[in-house]
């Protein structure tokens, strides 16, 4: 049965940091792992998707790098700013079901 | 074009009651999913319609079900609601389904509580 984990489950960080948040997973099989943004009380956003075959996303500040064999992913989040509090979560997608990980809060103090 | 959008977008039930969630996918998008999401248990994927026809299930009991109409809009139906239906639902759609999947455009949620 597949599990997603994030740790931490909240994390606090001076604005122009550079931070790492972490996504594992314990069944390798996946065909992609994506990562959302979700805002209190809102829904989720896209950030990032990486196929099974890629090893890395970018997208502007965000990149996100997929190690199926480890099973881990990261989202690298450059010069922090907080309009990027919010919680992170990681999804991994295998027989057309979405397993999502807890999140990890993130608050980016000014 | 117009995001994914969900009606209504709170709602307060008491237990024993029946409720019944819309969305509207992204025009053109032909896939509608269903999320439960709350503090324990996290998101949890309730079920997928594609073309009118459920094709995958989460493990939620048979008081959770759902339907695509023609137009690929969905509804989720609940009956006999429980306390802990208390979540925030929400759909998703995308263009397709299968394998790889696609991303997917998630809407703003209902938020459900139960009394």
């Known amino acids: 049965k597949q599990e997603v984990t994030q740790i931490p489950a909240a994390l606090s960080v001076p604005e122009g940091e550079n931070l790492v948040l972490n996504c594992s997973f314990t069944?390798?099989?996946?065909?992609?792992l994506q990562w959302f943004r979700q805002d209190p009380g809102k829904g989720l956003t896209s950030l990032l998707l990486?196929?099974?075959?890629?090893r890395e996303q970018t997208s502007g500040r965000l990149n996100a790098s997929l190690d199926k064999s480890s099973g881990r992913s990261t989202l690298y989040i450059a010069a922090s700013q907080p309009g990027d509090s919010a919680t992170y979560l990681c999804?991994?997608?295998?027989?057309?079901?979405?397993?999502f990980g807890k999140g990890t809060r993130l608050h980016i103090l000014p | 074009k117009a995001g994914v959008t969900q009606t209504p977008r709170y709602l307060i039930k008491t237990r024993g009651q029946q409720v019944t969630l819309s969305c509207s996918p992204i025009?053109?998008?032909?896939?509608v999913s269903w999320y439960q999401q709350t503090p324990g248990q996290g998101l949890q994927f309730l079920f997928e319609?594609?073309?009118?026809?459920?094709?995958n299930k989460g493990n939620f009991p048979g008081r959770f079900s759902g339907r695509q109409f023609s137009n690929s809009r969905s509804e989720m139906n609940v009956s006999t609601l429980e306390l802990g239906d208390s979540a925030l639902y929400l759909c998703?759609?995308?263009?397709?389904?299968?394998?790889?999947?696609?991303?997917?455009?998630f809407g703003p949620g209902t938020r459900l509580l139960v009394l």
């Open positions: 025009s053109g998008h032909r896939s």
């Open positions: 998703a759609s995308s263009y397709r389904s299968g394998r790889p999947k696609e991303t997917q455009y």
């Open positions: 990486i196929q099974s075959s890629q």
């Open positions: 999804a991994v997608n295998r027989d057309d079901k979405i397993i």
């Open positions: 319609y594609f073309s009118e026809t459920q094709r």
């Open positions: 069944d390798s099989a996946i065909y992609n």
